[in-house]
């Protein structure tokens, strides 16, 4: 008998009559490429994978029709018939000769074709061009069935040498913007912090800098945009304290910052360095929280009884002096007994001070947390892999930052902040920039449901519950799930069910923190949406306090930023999700370069999850994520169940499932697409260590 070929990853299942089941439709889509080999549509009725091929002369980005051809249980695919609109006119590649013309090869991975530079176009010699430059290239005409795609060099970068060729990849393939424009640079430049000014010309701003506050960060930060305090109130309960770096008061609505920040949205923060949003002389100095220096502050301050309950809040414009610049790991060693007062980078005279406002907080953290538990908010665990990197950019190891008491102490103040900020603006009835998160979509808890139904953590009717989309299901599935081999699952489950939180120009409250209603406004200097926050609150205290200059010029800002909102809220939602998208690629090209040392090794690892063509598995000592490909699972027929998304062997039934532990060896890595490969070597029954997702 002849040995059956292994499984490419297509779903093996009965077609019936040829054709029983195909019909076809078309649909407008914004075509999306999800690496060399994989790209979808997506439309209005949903997300489809195109067929191979199926791209034809579309780019990524690109505004097309495309026909859906529904082919019955394997489901629909999609075909690009024509593009409508392109998204692509500028991209970065490298420069290459192939007499008499030019080649451009694209650093966005997802852009799939190369571009001419004709013989008669001068502009690699007007430039300085050399081969194996790095170039920016403007695509005169795209390239089609019949002809390839032809470009005009705009601006020489440099020599691919001296580049982090993968790193200028990611930056490419996001179009994330590296420098500043000359008007802006300048606007900052003439900034200064001037506190005693603001004092004067403000009679509503307060004077806390004899308040006691601190900041605690990650150890490499070098923004600082929030401090924090918290004490024992004698009567009981506690006075928090959130005071946020007050950007707005140097960047004026429509000026050349504030211009650039509407175009950015946010700050992007990449494995090896940060790309503002304002410029550093802002987010570096003039505005960032530094310790012993005079600043100038928006801060809420609030009581709160011995449960943790709001009880008041004010909110008001003033001037700060942080006592101290802490990080997560010092503050974590103090809470635990590890480190004392006398280890805090402060004044020796302030440092018992400290540690007890550090341990109210704390106490803060904790009951806080109760509380948005008891009204359902639903927190999934998670752990954010972090590349260490030594002074040349190369990685040197891996860590992942988990939720800790430190961090839960920023985060709780923060929330606080944000509901307080959020509910003024709300009974207010002024628009401003909401977070806003809906319910989850029926589809998507019924997939949860579906595969969770074969673990035993839907006993006692939960499974309706979770259906009906009760928040406090979902917290007793993930506490039945933690520290068992389910927890994964779960929580990728339930946290892909979940709607996507956006912003929004109207309060609709917030589904998963259970908030009735929510807003970002503790991070003005790495988010545009807090912007605008913080112009919508001045322009609300103007009405009843003196803010001086600073009301009225918030109070037309708000005026004149009105007829925009909603469009800047959709593009500070799309802008956050490519942040987030490029600091994850970033990261993985750092992985990857860092595992290619490692090739060859056996190392533990716990599937993350399974797809058509292979299962993805999360190295546990790295925290990095590697593709099984089907063609490496052995010689039987591995087929993918889409409905309990596993992957099954034909011959054997075994199956292969998220969360389940193996151990696979580093096959290959390829640092310029963040890809790394793996194969399996013994599957093995068990939970993934704690912390690994």
């Known amino acids: 008998m002849s040995r059956k070929r292994p499984h490419k990853g297509r779903t093996r299942r009965p077609s019936g009559r040829p054709g029983a089941n195909r019909r076809l439709e078309t649909l407008e889509g914004v075509v999306r490429v999800h690496g060399a080999t994989r790209a979808t549509v997506e439309t209005q009725e949903g997300s489809f994978p195109l067929a191979r091929h199926g791209l034809r002369e579309a780019m990524n980005g690109d505004t097309v029709s495309a026909s859906v051809v529904r082919t019955g249980p394997s489901g629909p695919v999609a075909y690009v018939q024509g593009v409508l609109h392109r998204a692509v006119e500028t991209f970065l590649g490298t420069y290459e000769l192939a ?239 590890d480190a004392m007062p006398c280890d805090l980078p402060c004044c020796a005279a302030a440092r018992d001070e400290v540690a007890q406002g550090l341990r109210a907080l704390d106490e803060v953290a904790r009951r806080r947390l109760a509380i948005r538990e008891r009204r359902g908010a639903v927190d999934f665990e998670s752990a954010e892999t972090k590349v260490t990197l030594d002074e040349d950019g190369h990685p040197t190891g891996a860590r992942l930052r988990a939720r800790t008491a430190a961090t839960s102490l920023v985060e709780e103040a923060m929330l606080v902040a944000n509901e307080c900020v959020a509910q003024a603006l709300s009974d207010a009835g002024l628009p401003s920039a909401f977070r806003v998160h809906d319910r989850p979509p029926a589809e998507g808890l019924l997939r949860a449901v579906t595969v969770l139904a074969e673990t035993d953590l839907l006993r006692g009717g939960l499974a309706d519950r979770v259906l009906a989309g009760d928040p406090l299901a979902q917290q007793e599935v993930l506490r039945r799930a933690h520290g068992t081999r389910d927890e994964m699952v779960a929580n990728a489950l339930l946290l892909r069910a979940q709607a996507r939180a956006a912003y929004a120009p109207h309060d609709q409250g917030h589904y998963a923190l259970g908030a009735r209603s929510y807003c970002h406004f503790t991070s003005p200097i790495r988010r545009y949406p807090d912007m605008l926050v913080h112009r919508s609150l001045k322009a609300l205290l103007a009405r009843t306090a003196d803010l001086g200059p600073e009301g009225r010029a918030a109070t037309e800002a708000q005026r004149k930023s009105a007829a925009q909102l909603a469009q ?115 599957a093995q029954v068990g939970a993934a260590r704690p912390g690994v997702h």
């Open 99 to 337: 007499s008499p013309l030019g080649v451009v090869r694209p650093l966005d991975a997802r852009l799939s074709h190369d571009f001419f530079v004709l013989p008669q176009d001068e502009s690699a010699q007007r430039l300085g061009v050399a081969e194996g430059d790095v170039v920016m290239a403007r695509i005169v005409g795209y390239p089609s069935r019949r002809e390839a795609g032809v470009v005009t060099l705009v601006r020489r970068l440099g020599s691919a040498e001296g580049l982090d060729m993968a790193m200028e990849s990611v930056i490419a393939s996001y179009d994330l913007p590296t420098e500043f424009p000359e008007r802006a640079l300048a606007q900052a430049a003439a900034m200064t912090a001037d506190v005693g000014a603001a004092l004067a010309a403000e009679p509503a701003r307060r004077d806390l800098r004899e308040t006691p506050c601190v900041t605690i960060d990650p150890v490499d930060a070098r923004d600082f945009d929030d401090a924090v305090w918290a004490r024992r109130l004698e009567g009981g309960g506690w006075q928090l304290d959130v005071h946020i770096a007050d950007v707005t008061h140097y960047v004026g609505w429509d000026t050349p910052v504030d211009n650039e920040a509407k175009l950015r949205t946010c700050s992007v923060y990449l494995a090896d360095r940060v790309l503002p949003m304002l410029p550093e002389r802002l987010s570096n100095d003039v505005c960032s929280l530094r310790p012993g220096e005079d600043r100038l502050a928006m801060s809420v301050l609030v009581t709160l009884d011995e449960t943790g309950e709001v009880v008041a809040f004010e909110a008001c414009p003033s001037a700060i002096r942080s006592w101290a610049r802490l990080d997560y790991d010092l503050v974590d060693r103090l809470l635990e007994g």
């Open 568 to 682: 800047l809220c959709t593009t500070c939602s799309e802008r956050e999700r490519v942040a987030d998208a490029a600091s994850r690629d970033s990261q993985r090209v750092k992985l990857a370069e860092l595992l290619a040392d490692h090739v060859g090794e056996v190392h533990a690892g716990v599937v993350s999850g399974c797809e058509r063509f292979g299962m993805f598995v999360l190295l546990e000592e790295f925290g990095a994520e590697g593709l099984v490909r089907m063609r490496s699972m052995g010689d039987e027929w591995v087929s993918f169940d889409d409905e309990r998304l596993v992957l099954v062997g034909q011959s054997t039934g075994r199956t292969w499932r998220m969360g389940q532990r193996v151990a696979c060896r580093i096959v290959s890595c390829n640092p310029a697409r963040g890809q790394i490969d793996l194969e399996l070597v013994v």
